[in-house]
């Protein structure tokens, strides 16, 4: 018998060397996890081959387990998606703050991670003034329609509204309205 190993062996050998072997009623298996978190299993895979997400280690049976913290990571990771922030981007706000935190202080690290948020507030800001910008837009063009729907002649043309005598003269047509007069 030779002592050739399979690709697929050498990597559980060399992943067990780094990840130890627990058995604790604490840990969750990669199912139980992914159920807790709202995750499918390839998600919770995809966190892990991307770095995000490390296990606790390995069960008897050398299933991956995973503690409590896992599943905040997950809940995390989850947070910034929903800020708009991709996994690759997660992934380089983990390895600035490692990098950060291997060479100063804890302090240093999280001033890096405040930035990145700070920015990422002053991002949503902006947005939510677009969006309220945009709400009143929609608002004042249902407003202009309501009339359109009370008061035009059931079977009045769409190309007669350019001379539409129902709105007040002083009355701007929104640019949501306009746009079918053209």
């Not at 809940?75 to 929903?82: M, P, S, T, V, Y």
Request: with cysteine.
């Amino acid at each position: 018998m030779s002592n050739v190993r399979l690709p697929i062996l050498n990597e559980i050998a060399e992943d067990s060397a780094s990840t130890p072997v627990l058995d604790d009623d604490d840990l969750m298996q990669v199912g139980d996890l992914a159920r807790e978190a709202g995750k499918t299993v390839r998600a919770i895979h995809l966190y892990e081959q991307m770095e995000l997400l490390k296990p606790a280690g390995r069960s008897k049976g050398r299933y991956r387990l995973y503690g409590p913290e896992a599943l905040v990571r997950i809940r995390w990771i989850g947070k910034l998606q929903d800020l708009g922030f991709s996994l690759t981007d997660i992934k380089a706000i983990v390895k600035d703050v490692e990098a950060e935190g291997r060479g100063s202080s804890a302090p240093s690290a999280m001033l890096k991670v405040r930035e990145v948020y700070k920015q990422k507030l002053d991002d949503t800001r902006a947005q939510i003034e677009r969006l309220r910008t945009l709400e009143r837009e929609i608002l004042a063009s249902l407003d202009y329609l309501d009339t359109c729907e009370s008061a035009c002649e059931p079977g009045k043309l769409l190309a007669e509204c350019p001379s539409c005598s129902h709105h007040a003269r002083e009355q701007e047509v929104p640019d949501l309205v306009a746009g079918f007069r053209s």
